[in-house]
C-alpha cells in the first residue's frame, strides 16, 4: 500500500481484517477473535506469533549445546567431525519424531571426538521438549561401570531416568555387587515409568531372547510402549558363530591352578560336554556365579596365553547362563555350538563404535545384508602428531616373571625424562608372576601425582579419557 495511513479503515485494510459497525463502535474481527482497536490488534498478533511452535530442531539445538561445551573444554573438532557428530544427532532425532528407517546407524566415529558428549546433550534437549513429551530412550552400554558416569553427567531429574541391570546377590558383599544394588536403585523406582532407562547390552540379549522380541519385552517398554530412542554403545554383532571345545576348555585349567572355583568349574563343564550326544541341547552355567569372575577379569587372567586358548575363555563367558548345542567332532571330542542374535525388531537403533571405521564386521554386514545397516559420516581422525616410540624388550606375563626389576626401572626412567609431563600406565594385573605394578611404580618416582594407571582386561583400559 503506498501513501498514507490516515483513517481505522485504511490500517484494517493494511492488516487483512474487516471492521463491523455497530450503533456506537466499529469492531475488528481476526481469526473468530474480537480485537477493539488497532493497538489491541498489534498486541494479538505478537501473542498469536508467541504461540506458534518454535521451528528449531532438536539437532539444532543440541548442536549449538555441543559448540558451547566444546568450546568451554578447548575441543575443536575439524568440520568433517562436526559432519559426523551432526550426523548421528540428525539419526536420535529421526528416531524421535518416528521418521528414521528400520535400520542399524552405525556411528564410526573415533575415540574423544564427542559421541558420548552428543547423547548426553540430545537426551537433555529432548527430556526438556514439550513436543516429545511422550517419546522415551533405551540407552545400552557394554560394561557396568559407564552407566554411572553418563547417568551423573546427563543431570536428569530422579523421576526421568532408570537402571535395568542384573539384580543383586544379597549373599555378597563385593565392589561389583555393591555397584549392582547400587545401579538398580537410581532414579525412578517405576522403571516403566522413566522417559530413560539405562541397561546393558547382556540385559537386552539375554530378556529379547527369552521372549522372542523387542516389543514382546515390556520391561524395556515406557507406559506400555517400546522405546523410540534407541542406543548401543560399543560393538554390535548381527550373528556369530562361536565354538568352543572341550579340548580348549581343557587348556584353560593351567590359568586357573590359583582359583579353585574357578578350576573346578572348567573341570566339571568339560566333563560335562565330553558326555553329551551329538545334537544335544546343553545349559552353561552362570559362570560368574560359579567363580565370581566376569568377563572383564577372565579376559585379564588368559590374555597373555594363547590366542585360541583366550578367545575361548572370553567365548565361554559370553555364552553363561545359556542354552548351546553340542557337536561332535572326533570320539572323545565335543565342541559347543551357539549363534547370538539380536531380534530384527530392536532395528532402528543408533550404534556408536569407535572401531567401527577399521571392523570388517560391519563391511561384509553392510556389503552381505542389504537394508539392514547404514554407516554414517566417520569425520576422521589424524594422528600425524603421535610419536611412537619401541622398547625391543619382552613385556609378557612371562618376562615380568623372569625380569620385572628391569621392566620397571626401564619406565620410571621413562618418567624421570619428561618431569613435566602426566602418563597413562596399561600393566598386567598383580599376580602370582607379575607383581604390582602401580605400587612399585608409584614408590620409585619422584612425582606420582601426575601418573593414571589401568590394568590390561579391566574396565578403565577398554575405554578411558585419562
Known amino acids: 500500500m503506498n501513501g498514507m495511513l490516515n483513517t481505522f479503515g485504511d490500517i484494517a485494510a493494511l492488516l487483512g481484517v474487516e471492521p463491523e459497525t455497530h450503533e456506537r463502535r466499529v469492531v475488528y474481527r481476526a481469526d473468530g477473535v474480537e480485537i477493539g482497536g488497532v493497538k489491541e490488534y498489534l498486541a494479538y498478533l505478537a501473542w498469536r506469533e508467541s504461540r ?3 521451528s528449531t530442531t532438536l539437532t539444532e539445538l543440541t548442536m549449538d549445546d555441543l559448540r558451547e561445551t566444546f568450546k568451554r573444554h578447548g575441543h575443536q573438532p575439524s568440520t568433517a567431525q562436526w559432519v559426523g557428530l551432526k550426523d548421528l544427532v540428525s539419526s536420535l532425532e529421526a528416531m524421535a519424531n518416528g521418521k528414521a528407517e528400520k535400520l542399524y546407524y552405525l556411528s564410526p566415529l573415533d575415540p574423544g571426538i564427542g559421541k558420548s558428549q552428543s547423547i548426553i ?4 534437549r529432548l527430556v526438556s521438549s514439550g513436543a516429545h513429551k511422550d517419546v522415551s530412550v533405551l540407552i545400552c552400554l557394554g560394561r557396568l561401570a559407564e552407566i554411572k558416569p553418563m547417568m551423573e553427567q546427563m543431570e536428569l531429574g530422579e523421576a526421568d531416568f532408570a537402571v535395568l541391570v542384573q539384580e543383586a546377590d544379597s ?4 565392589e561389583r555387587t555393591a555397584l549392582l544394588r547400587e545401579l538398580n536403585k537410581a532414579g525412578n523406582a517405576d522403571k516403566r515409568r522413566a522417559r530413560v532407562l539405562f541397561t546393558t547390552q547382556q540385559m537386552v540379549q539375554s530378556r529379547t531372547r527369552r521372549h522372542g522380541s523387542f516389543e514382546a519385552t515390556d520391561d524395556f517398554h515406557y507406559h506400555g510402549r517400546p522405546r523410540q530412542v534407541r542406543i548401543w554403545d560399543e560393538a554390535i554383532l548381527r550373528a556369530r558363530e562361536m565354538k568352543i571345545s572341550a579340548a580348549l576348555i581343557g587348556g584353560m585349567l593351567l590359568g586357573a591352578e590359583d582359583n579353585e572355583s574357578l578350576y573346578n568349574t572348567l573341570i566339571k563343564l568339560q566333563a560335562d560336554i565330553e558326555a553329551k550326544d551329538d545334537g544335544a541341547e546343553f545349559w552353561i552355567p552362570d559362570l560368574l556365579a560359579e567363580t565370581g569372575l566376569d568377563t572383564n577379569s577372565i579376559f585379564a587372567r588368559y590374555s597373555d596365553e594363547k590366542e585360541a586358548i583366550k578367545d575361548a575363555a572370553t567365548d565361554l563367558w559370553e555364552l553363561s547362563g545359556t542354552p548351546v548345542i553340542v557337536e561332535k567332532i572326533r570320539a572323545a571330542n565335543a565342541a559347543i555350538h551357539y549363534k547370538k542374535h539380536l531380534p530384527d525388531d530392536l532395528k532402528p537403533m543408533v550404534v ?3 572401531s567401527g571405521r577399521v571392523r570388517k564386521t560391519y563391511q561384509h554386514w ?12 566417520h569425520g576422521g581422525k589424524s594422528y600425524k602428531n603421535l610419536t611412537v616410540n619401541i622398547w625391543r624388550r619382552r613385556g609378557g606375563k612371562t618376562a615380568w616373571g623372569e625380569d620385572a626389576e628391569t621392566l620397571l626401572e626401564g619406565i620410571v626412567r621413562t618418567i624421570e625424562k619428561k618431569p613435566d609431563e602426566r602418563f597413562l600406565i596399561i600393566h598386567y594385573k598383580a599376580s602370582k608372576r607379575v ?3 602401580e605400587k612399585e611404580i608409584r614408590r620409585r618416582v619422584k612425582d606420582s601425582t601426575r601418573l593414571r594407571f589401568a590394568y590390561w582386561g579391566g574396565e578403565d583400559a577398554k575405554a578411558t579419557n585419562q
Open 121 to 124: 546433550h540430545f537426551i537433555r
Open 171 to 174: 549373599e555378597k558383599s563385593d
Open 435 to 437: 607383581p604390582d605394578v
Open 352 to 354: 556408536c563404535d569407535a
Open 52 to 54: 506458534k511452535p518454535s
Open 366 to 377: 553392510e556389503k552381505d545384508v542389504a537394508g539392514e545397516i547404514v554407516t554414517l559420516s
